[in-house]
């Protein structure tokens, strides 16, 4: 990116990531613990949304086995419209 002039030589790419992500991130939900994770320091008007977000991941993994896809697709890739629906429903936590 620095060669082609979109970034400044001492530009700290990873530091910026990380710091963007970390600030950005107001929930998280955990495929392998089937479990959704809120930031603790938003106001509960803020984290209705997250966790409405949030519950759609778990949902999404109910359906279609989340943790089979992610780690399936660091060895191949993997095209959503190959998924299958899960047959049966996953216990919610």
Same mark, same amino acid.
């Given at each position: 990116m620095v060669q082609w002039?979109?970034?400044?030589?001492?530009f700290r790419l990873k530091e910026f990531?990380?710091?963007?992500?970390?600030?950005?991130?107001a929930g998280y939900y955990d495929p392998k613990q089937q479990t959704f994770f809120i930031?603790?320091?938003?106001?509960?008007?803020?984290q209705k949304p997250v966790m409405a977000h949030e519950l759609v991941h778990?949902?999404?993994d109910q359906h279609y086995n989340l943790q089979k896809i992610?780690? #399936? @697709?660091?060895?191949? /890739?993997?095209?959503?419209s190959?998924?299958?629906? #899960? @047959?049966?429903?996953? /216990?919610?936590?």
């Open positions: 002039g979109l970034l400044a030589p001492d990531v990380l710091d963007l992500l970390t600030e950005q991130a930031a603790d320091w938003l106001p509960h008007i803020v778990a949902l999404q992610l780690t #399936s @697709s660091r060895t191949r /890739p993997t095209s959503v190959h998924v299958k629906p #899960s @047959s049966k429903a996953m /216990p919610w936590r």
